[in-house]
């Protein structure tokens, strides 16, 4: 998440929004003062204790349009577990955590990551000792609720972040088990790039007479984001990606695939073509997923190869290109990866290899997010050239 100013965008300073001392310090400290279109829209509701769906583009600042409120709400309150927010991959998880934690210095709430793949026993301490804010995955927060470890008898806030996205993961059920263990009179407040049917319908059945935050078109890519597709034989994919990456240019690149094998096959061809690359998927353990991910934040990995596990709360500053080496086959995901570059009104480069059975796939998306997208023929690579 980031809280670029955008002066473009609207003249509001954080300080107009009706932020209390010792949040609008924090926010402060970090070097911001203008909110970004969906946080000067979703923070004054949020305050006002209204349930809302916010629905805007990737790397926009969604994070702090609900993590702001709920500070200011909760500052000076009983230590209990009144807020909850679920995400649906363990790296949203950590990330949502990170930003929460950055902006609640002043006001000594305590906030805890709860996720799988990682030791249960340090989350059951901290949950028993007592937590302000739970940013949690649905699965290991049941298992927590479960066990007794938490409850959430004084809950007044819950967040479903990237709702869109747990109910592709098959996240459903397990969201109703939740909400069955919480307050039926809270605040609820849904985020996310966007809103197919089924979040629609999810928003009906646990909001209250939601208010709508559309900040841009649905599904519309990220604005900043130059778009370019590059015909070539699927045999030819990793030849081609080999090329491109030779552009000095390309100084951090992440890389979609549509498989966990398929990006281990990526990573071994490109270090055998002496390209440092690192893998990010879901066999990974917690620990290698994290150590991937730090070593391309810090610069120490210039290509992370990761499935589509990259494409939500991946906010990584400086992402200078992402290459779908497969074709997306939703034209959601499409929206999803490329906007881990071009964030905060930064630009950035987002290149698709497409291989002859991925062509109607791209024109679905080209539909999709309203606009068409360049092709580039590179000699050697374009279709029908089947020679090394």
């Known amino acids: 998440m980031s809280l670029e100013n955008t002066l473009e965008e609207t003249a509001l300073t954080f300080a107009d929004l009706g932020l209390n001392p010792d949040v609008l310090q924090a926010v402060q400290d970090a070097g911001y003062v203008h909110p970004t279109p969906i946080q000067a829209q979703a923070i004054p509701l949020a305050l006002e204790g209204r349930d809302l769906i916010g629905l805007a583009q990737t790397g926009t600042g969604k994070t702090a349009a609900f993590a702001l409120p709920i500070l200011n709400q909760l500052t000076g309150g009983p230590h209990r577990a009144r807020a909850l927010i679920l995400t649906p991959t363990r790296e949203l998880c950590v990330q949502v955590e990170e930003n929460f934690r950055k902006y609640a210095e002043r006001s000594g709430l305590k906030t805890l990551a709860v996720y799988g793949g990682v030791a249960l026993e340090p989350q059951t301490k901290a949950l028993r000792k ?75 059945k646990y909001l209250r007479k939601p208010h709508v935050i559309q900040v841009g078109r649905r599904s519309m890519a990220a604005t900043g984001v130059t778009h370019a597709v590059y015909p070539v034989p699927r045999i030819r994919k990793t030849q081609l990606l080999t090329e491109l990456l030779k552009n000095k240019e390309m100084d951090s690149v992440l890389i979609f695939t549509r498989t966990k094998h398929g990006a281990d096959r990526v990573v071994r061809d490109l270090r055998q073509a002496g390209i440092q690359a690192t893998a990010m998927h879901g066999d990974k353990t917690q620990k290698e997923r994290t150590r991937a991910l730090d070593d391309f934040k810090d610069g120490t990995m210039r290509v992370l190869v990761a499935t589509d596990v990259a494409q939500r709360g991946l906010d990584v500053t400086g992402i200078t290109h992402v290459i779908n080496f497969d074709v997306p086959q939703e034209p959601e995901d499409y929206v999803h990866r490329i906007g881990r570059t071009g964030r905060a009104e930064s630009s950035g480069d987002a290149y698709t290899l497409m291989s002859p059975d991925e062509i109607a796939m791209v024109r679905t998306i080209e539909r999709v997010i309203g606009q068409e997208i360049p092709r580039i023929s590179v000699p050697g690579y374009d279709f029908g050239t089947t020679a090394a």
């Not at 938490?150 to 996205?165: P, S, T, W």
């Not at 109703?176 to 849904?190: C, D, F, G, S």
Request: hydrophobic share 45%; net charge negative; charged share 25%.
């Open 130 to 204: 007592g937590i302000d804010i739970v940013i949690a995955t649905p699965g290991r927060l049941l298992d927590h609720i479960e066990r007794q470890n938490v409850v959430f008898d004084d809950l007044e806030i819950l967040v479903l972040d990237e709702a869109d996205r747990m109910l592709d993961m098959g996240f459903a059920p397990q969201i109703n088990r939740v909400v069955a263990e919480i307050p039926k009179y809270r605040q609820t407040m849904l985020f996310s790039a966007t809103m197919p049917p089924e979040v629609e319908a999810l928003s009906r």
